[in-house]
């Protein structure tokens, strides 16, 4: 952002109106000029370009002058920086990837795409915290480490489709997965945050172990049941007349989603439609706050030479010119 130094120096700029009121002064006394017995010979004789533009010299002088004054104000382009003195909270989310998430019960669109928009407005929200992504099916995978990069994590986060890895809800080694990267974290708090649509049926860690690590470790885990009641619209290809749908039941084990989260201090969410999970993601973003301590300063670049070297060129212009084409008899 602009400042200046010395903006004290922008008085001076009161004697140009001055100096421009007593130039046309002189000018019209005609002050310095010479006479003549008579003025026959000069009748019909044309003055020269030097003669109509003779004030030039003087306005070039006067912007010279608002350069210089401008300058000595010193002008300077500050640029602002902060240092993050403490570390945020490491959280890392945990995103179903099933064939189920496939379901179509959060109309118009499917489970994993309102998941995706929602934890996107979550990461969009975030600033000094690190955040990295897990996604599992009938494995579990880090497709993005911890980090502040948010747009690498966005990019990751679009990325993610049903059908790109095996089948299954392994919600114990996704769990699993999320403790390593979390391990060699030193941040004050750290986070899980699991979405979810089924029922543990694969991988070989049990999910309540853990969480029973997780709890050994100081992570929180928040479990969010996705899905709504009853039973959900789920698109499956037929062999004869291609995309149909079929009606399936809804099943969460929502009591090992909660015994999860009260064994590491979490809470755990059920999310029957897309405002309803935006709400659950607001919340966790309410609870799951660090107080950041930011040093902030800014370093300013001397920028007087832009005006200085502009008003020295014009001085010198004025010179060569008040002597050359546009000298004056004395």
């Known amino acids: 952002m602009p400042h200046f130094a010395t903006p004290w120096c922008f008085i001076f700029l009161a004697l140009i109106p001055f100096l421009v009121w007593r130039h046309i002064r002189r000018s019209r006394t005609g ?25 030039v010299l003087f306005g070039m002088n006067m912007l010279a002058l608002a350069l210089c004054i401008t300058a000595m104000a010193r002008p300077q382009k500050g640029t602002e920086e902060e240092e993050v003195l403490t570390e945020g909270v490491d959280i890392i989310m945990a995103l179903d990837a099933s064939g ?23 990461i969009e929200g975030l600033k000094h915290d690190r955040v990295g992504l897990v996604v599992f099916a009938g494995n579990a995978f880090t497709r993005c480490p911890l980090t502040m990069d948010y747009g690498v994590m966005l ?57 029973e690590i997780a709890h050994t470790l100081g992570v929180k885990i928040y479990t969010v049941g996705i899905g709504s009641q009853g039973t959900a619209r789920v698109p499956v290809v037929d062999p004869t007349y ?24 979490g809470i755990y ?31 300013y670049d001397e920028r007087f030479p832009d005006f200085a070297w502009p008003a020295l060129a014009l001085v010198f212009c ?7 084409r546009f000298a004056k008899l004395p």
């Open 100 to 122: 189920s998430m496939a379901a179509e019960d959060f109309e118009p669109h499917n489970r994993l795409f309102v998941a995706k928009l929602v934890v996107r407005r979550f």
């Open 155 to 211: 990019d990751v986060l679009e990325a993610i489709d049903i059908g790109s890895m095996e089948d299954g809800t392994a919600i114990g080694n996704a769990l699993a997965t999320c403790l390593n990267r979390l391990r060699d974290s030193k941040a004050k708090s750290k986070i899980i945050i699991l979405v979810t649509d089924g029922v543990n049926n694969r991988g070989e860690i049990q999910p309540l172990d853990a969480a």
């Open 31 to 55: 002050e310095g000029s010479l006479l003549f017995a008579s003025t026959v010979a000069l009748e019909g004789v044309r003055p020269s370009w030097t003669v109509r533009f003779r004030h």
């Open 318 to 324: 004025t010179v060569i010119a008040g002597n050359t």
């Open 242 to 265: 291609g995309k149909v749908y079929v009606n399936m039941q809804v099943e969460i084990d929502e009591a090992s989603l909660t015994r999860i989260a009260e064994m590491t201090g």
């Open 269 to 299: 969410y059920r999310a029957t439609d897309t405002p309803s999970l935006e709400r659950i993601f607001q919340e966790i973003g309410r609870l799951e706050k660090t107080e950041i301590h930011v040093k902030s300063y800014t370093h």
